[in-house]
């Protein structure tokens, strides 16, 4: 039994900013990588970040130095700030965690439910 929530989604104006938080619960041995994706209506799942069990980061081209990734591994948690929001950004977010759970016998990727962002003004 693991899960992963996605909080924090909600409607913002051009411009704002909102941070995104991802939990994971349940018998977790370790996380390794987390990351951020994000879905528009009639649009594919697109890589947003990535982060490392140690800190390492990767973004997306396009959203380099507006959006920050970062973790908590105390809490096990994942969040995304967003900055300079356009309405382009609206989106499903899901955050994803590499996890070894109990029981599994190996490494797999888990998939939060998503959480809305709507940027309008």
């Known amino acids: 039994q693991v899960q992963l929530v996605e909080s924090g989604g909600g409607l913002v104006q051009p411009g704002g900013s909102l941070r995104l938080s991802c939990t994971a619960s349940?018998?977790?041995?370790?996380?390794?990588?987390m990351g951020w994706h994000r879905q528009a209506p009639g649009k594919q799942r697109d890589l947003v970040a990535s982060?490392?069990?140690?800190?390492?980061?990767n973004y997306a081209d396009s959203l380099k130095g507006r959006f920050t990734i970062s973790r908590d591994n105390a809490k096990k948690t994942v969040y995304l700030e967003m900055n300079s929001l356009r309405p382009e950004d609206t989106a499903v977010y899901y955050c994803?965690?590499?996890?070894?759970?109990?029981?599994?016998?190996?490494?797999?990727?888990?998939w939060g439910q998503g959480t809305q962002v709507t940027v309008s003004s």
């Open positions: 349940g018998s977790i041995f370790s996380i390794n990588d």
């Open positions: 994803n965690a590499v996890m070894w759970v109990v029981g599994s016998g190996r490494l797999k990727n888990y």
């Open positions: 982060i490392t069990s140690d800190g390492s980061t």
